[in-house]
């Protein structure tokens, strides 16, 4: 599966943005869908997951409430979509695939998703 994220840029905080990626290549192969982020300095950690091609979702604490993932099968696009983005949610985010059944433990870790996309970054201004 090939992954190819967008929709990242400047924000003010309290803004809204919405991210996509666009899957290609054995996207049937995959499961679940997932987004993490990484701050400078920091380790890459869960945002939110969706089951492939259920519509099981999974969110971290951190932005339940404020972000949600979603999927548009006809065009094997996941998209995030941030409100009330906080200042301490500037970081890259990526998305990611992985082949594992969708279940709320495994879609919180890194290493349950076996393909990757680029980043966007996502920059949040106080």
């Known amino acids: 599966v090939q992954l190819q994220a967008s929709g990242g840029g400047l924000v003010q905080a309290g803004d809204s943005l919405r991210l996509s990626c666009a899957a290609s290549?054995?996207?049937?192969?995959?499961?679940?869908m997932g987004w993490f982020r990484q701050a400078p300095g920091k380790e890459r950690e869960f945002v939110a997951a969706?089951?492939?091609?259920?519509?099981?979702?999974h969110y971290a604490d951190s932005v339940k409430g404020r972000f949600t993932i979603s999927r548009d099968n006809a065009k094997s696009t996941v998209f995030l979509q941030m409100a009330s983005l906080k200042p301490e949610g500037t970081a890259v985010y990526y998305c990611a695939a992985s082949k594992r059944p969708f279940a709320r433990a495994v879609a919180e870790s890194p290493t349950s998703f076996g393909s990757w996309g680029q980043g966007t970054l996502v920059t949040v201004s106080s």
């Open positions: 290549g054995r996207i049937f192969s995959a499961n679940a």
């Open positions: 969706i089951g492939w091609p259920s519509s099981s979702t």
